[in-house]
């Protein structure tokens, strides 16, 4: 079976010109139309996506050595409940979302979410930028954002790097001997974009991408580049409990004194 399609005529076989068509008009209804896009021979299958562009900013780069803290964890003299409502109140204090429940378990649990600069919190490494007056200087890959000159002096344009990330703090106080064992473990989402931009403003080629990694572990971007938890964020909360709670083996007033 043949089908006309405009001046040409698709089979199964594939599609030729029809001499026959000119100067004549088909009328095709939406119905004929979506037949003829689904049929086969007659359309070309669709083009893979272009790769990502291949931005290379991070000159000379030297990851992060050795691995990861594991995630913390503190045993405690209150029970759950108890434990995560003193911690809820004093980390609400510092602006990020939270929220908190209670399991069927006993388990007493709180969430934070935020988003900001990474570098106080990720180790990922170092690299070699060229500063605008030309001196070449080793900085923190894990920096918020970065404008670089392009090397070929050339060329007048900039690459504008920037690493930005959204973190999910998870604490839980298990029951444990009438007390409560608090473990804390982040997840980190770490977005990572680079545009070579024109001086008058014109993005020329951007990248971004994308990884996600929790406490204990690190992640890799397709570039190269190497982000692992500091494990900052993490002892922050352990610290906070040891100030606001009573920690197994201390008493309540040599705790609060030390505070």
Do not use: H
Not at 32 to 59: D, H, I, N, Q, W
Request: glycine share 8%; aromatic share 4%.
């Amino acid at each position: 079976m043949s089908i006309p399609r405009g001046r040409a005529i698709c089979t199964e076989k594939g599609c030729v010109p029809d001499t026959k068509a000119r100067g004549r008009w088909i009328r095709l209804g939406p119905l004929t139309t979506l037949l003829l896009a689904l049929t086969t021979g007659c359309t070309p299958p669709p083009s893979a996506p272009a790769p990502p562009p291949r931005l290379p900013v991070e000159r000379n780069y030297r990851p992060p050595e050795g691995p990861p803290p594991a995630p913390p964890s503190l045993s405690v003299e209150e029970r759950p409940e108890r434990a995560i409502e003193l911690l809820a109140e004093a980390l609400a204090a510092s602006g990020p979302k939270l929220g908190r429940g209670t399991r069927e378990t006993g388990e007493a649990w709180l969430v934070l979410t935020s988003s900001g600069d990474p570098e106080p919190f990720l180790d990922c490494g170092t690299f070699e930028a060229i500063a605008e007056d030309g001196r070449v200087e080793r900085v923190p890959a894990a920096r918020l954002s970065m404008r670089l000159p392009i090397p070929l002096a050339e060329r007048r344009e900039v690459f504008l790097r920037q690493l930005r990330l959204d973190g999910r703090l998870a604490v839980s106080a298990r029951p444990e001997d009438g007390r409560s064992r608090i473990d804390v473990v982040a997840s980190y989402v770490l977005t990572r974009t680079v545009d070579r931009v024109a001086l008058d403003g014109r993005i020329l080629e951007s990248q971004r991408e994308t990884v996600a990694f929790e406490t204990g572990r690190a992640g890799r971007f397709d570039q190269g580049l190497i982000c692992r938890p500091t494990g900052r964020l993490e002892e922050a909360v352990i610290e906070a409990a040891r100030k606001l709670l009573t920690p197994v083996g201390a008493s309540a007033g040599d705790e609060r004194e030390g505070a």
